[in-house]
């Protein structure tokens, strides 16, 4: 027994000392963040983290990107390189004879299985790998830090996201949008082998979670090569959810991101009840305001987000005690993002031109949680385009789990509202909803037929400051030299 806490002790402190480690490595005031569905694809994150910054690659829905990809051709042969590093082989080869298509030149493209608690075999290859390869690529030929961010409510691909972006070696994982207290687990388990499981959130079940289970050894027929441990940051709004988090969490946070109502993509609602304002946007109030001396208070380092993206954002930031600020709408309008070149463009004329509008809008997301949307023509933010799109869910990352008459169902506001309707919902909670899966890969071009969104912080001062200073066309090198006041 004393053998077994001596070891246990001299594990956690090896742990201790390999993260300070980690923690030095990623020591930059600057993470630009993991957007949308492709924006923050391994061109931004690679170029972001050559130029100073901590990059940051967006692991949302990467297995649709993959897929697409690989069916377009793979053009350039960038997929195909990083599989050809992946470390089974085996698997690798099974996702390049599913999907890809030489030259790109296919009739029909071959839609990928919504998640569910039996994945097939290829969704959880495909997702391992795709996870894999994007990380692979944006730290390829260098040695800065690339970090990778997943949203806490697409809980079903997780455990295999995760595992794909720790064979890649990532340095750090980012989780918002819910409370992430096991993925530290996740990472362990991963680590030594183990079997992963994680609690799926299910709605009205007796035991409010049902587990999600996968075994590498025994998917992969042999042991998990030797990894390194990722850091963990979970996104934060208030002192409150961290110190819960530092206390139920599953094992060790490094960082917080602690994002404010201005941020772009989804906000935490605002505390209380729901008001809205004159123009339908939430209204945030005084209990909203962050309390950044409470934080400094709970001794782990934190960026901030909201608003911070210009050289005297950063320097607040850092008189409030952070040790810098994570940048997300900056960055999303660079050279090296995924947005489509011709969205991208028609998005900076109209910042440029001063009447770019971003609207919070507290129904747009099945999440359930605000989203802000840039209002810009040809886009989901137009009424008669959004009405005159089929109701189609497609792709069912935002689906809610549910448990209705003795049996799971899976349900999202966006889908047709009969369907939601039959499932248990309230037809009341379908209006307005977006489709936010397929109209954000539809901005990154991976889903053709659909219209994009997209998604933008409250300022967007620092985009219009950079297209002044750098004749329109800036790169993330550009915007890290920005906000750095060089």
């Known amino acids: 027994m004393i053998t077994k806490i001596k070891r246990l002790f001299k594990d956690i402190l090896s742990c201790l000392k390999n993260n300070k480690k980690s923690m030095r490595k990623v020591a930059r005031p600057i993470i630009q963040g993991g957007m949308g569905v492709g924006v923050s694809g391994w061109r931004l994150a690679r170029a972001s983290a050559k130029a100073g910054a901590i990059g940051t690659v967006s692991g949302t829905a990467v297995a649709n990107l993959l897929a697409d990809s690989l069916q377009k051709g793979d053009p350039g042969g960038h997929f195909r390189r990083a599989l050809s590093k992946f470390p089974f082989p085996k698997i690798a080869k099974e996702v390049l004879d599913e999907y890809f298509v030489e030259g790109g030149e296919c009739v029909k493209r071959k839609e990928i299985s919504m998640w569910d608690f039996t994945p097939p075999p290829i969704l959880i290859s495909l997702t391992i790998c795709a996870n894999f390869a994007f990380i692979w690529l944006a730290k390829e030929r260098h040695k800065n830090p690339i970090f990778v961010n997943y949203l806490e409510k697409i809980q079903m691909p997780h455990i295999y996201s995760i595992l794909g972006a720790m064979l890649a070696n990532v340095d750090g994982i980012i989780m918002g949008a819910g409370i992430p207290k096991d993925v530290p687990a996740i990472i362990d388990a991963i680590l030594e082998n183990r079997e992963l499981s994680y609690p799926i959130e299910v709605k009205n079940h007796p035991e409010k979670h049902v587990c999600i289970k996968f075994n590498p050894s025994l998917f992969f027929r042999e042991k998990l090569p030797e990894m390194s441990r990722p850091l963990f940051f979970p996104i934060v709004s208030s002192h409150v959810l961290a110190k819960v988090l530092i206390e139920r969490c599953s094992g060790i946070i490094d960082g917080f991101i602690v994002e404010g109502s201005t941020a772009g993509g989804h906000n935490a609602p605002p505390r209380g009840k729901l008001e809205l304002d004159k123009g339908g946007q939430p209204i945030y109030g005084k209990r909203d305001e962050i309390e950044y001396s409470e934080f400094q208070k709970i001794g782990v380092p934190f960026w901030l987000a909201g608003s ?24 999303a309008f660079a050279k090296e993002s995924g947005i489509e070149s011709n969205l991208k463009t028609r998005a900076m004329m109209a910042i440029y031109r001063g009447i770019a509008e971003v609207f919070t809008s507290p129904v747009a997301s099945p999440t359930g949680f605000p989203f802000k949307v840039l ?107 920005y906000i750095l006041g060089k």
Request: some cysteine; charged content about 25%; aromatic content about 10%.
């Open 308 to 331: 911070f993206a210009h050289p005297e954002g950063l320097k607040k930031a850092r008189a409030l005690g952070a040790f810098g600020i994570q940048v997300g709408t900056l960055f």
């Open 375 to 481: 209002c810009l023509e040809g886009t989901l933010s137009e009424k008669e385009l959004y009405e005159s799109r089929r109701r189609i869910c497609s792709l069912g990352y935002l689906r809610e789990v549910v448990w209705l008459n003795e049996k799971i169902v899976f349900r999202c506001k966006a889908e047709p509202v009969s369907n939601y309707v039959r499932k248990g919902g309230n037809e009341a909670n379908t209006k307005d909803s977006v489709c936010i899966c397929t109209g954000l890969c539809a901005t990154v071009d991976a889903r053709r037929g659909e219209i994009p969104i997209l998604t933008a912080g409250d300022d967007l001062s620092p985009v219009w400051n950079c297209m002044s200073r750098y004749l329109w066309v800036y790169t993330a090198k550009n915007a890290v030299r």
